[in-house]
């Protein structure tokens, strides 16, 4: 699984470093907390670095641990926000093109890459498969909660 928060550069922009820290310890002891859940499947996770994290996991459980990180991570959200951001849904922010707009609050995208229906012989091409679903999960505009999702293509 490839993890990355949505949203976060805004979020450290409008509450600061030290708060986006505790966002990234937050997901850290998210996934961290699965170990125990899965302690009978192989299930390995590392810190990326900045907003990125990867879990290397046993198939079976890929898709009920990424569902169990995207929720635990929803359901904090108001821990990070003040009361009426979290209410409002979303924070006032500067884009990427410095224009002031709504960005959501932060959820994640899971990218969920598997050697289950086709040979990959390089681990670059799980990076790309993983890059690709992330795309397309944050391609969807103003969406509300974290995504995850599996990729089930063939060679």
Do not use: P
Request: hydrophobic share 40%; with cysteine.
């Amino acid at each position: 699984m490839y993890i990355d928060i949505d949203n976060f550069k805004v979020y450290n922009d409008s509450y600061g470093y030290l708060k986006g820290d505790v966002v990234i310890k937050k997901l850290a002891a998210i996934i961290k907390s699965l170990y125990d859940k899965f302690k009978d499947e192989f299930y390995l996770a590392g810190h990326i670095g900045g907003d990125d994290f990867i879990v290397l996991c046993d198939c079976k459980i890929a898709e009920k641990a990424a569902d169990n990180i995207a929720f635990s991570f929803d359901w904090a959200l108001n821990e990070f926000y003040s009361e009426i951001d979290y209410k409002n849904g979303f924070i006032e922010g500067v884009d990427r093109k410095g224009e002031k707009r709504e960005f959501s609050l932060m959820s994640l995208s899971i990218a969920i890459v598997s050697n289950e229906t086709k040979l990959i012989s390089h681990y670059g091409k799980f990076i790309d498969i993983a890059f690709e679903i992330k795309r397309y999960l944050k391609s969807f505009k103003n969406r509300k909660g974290s995504l995850f999702l599996k990729d089930r293509r063939k060679d």
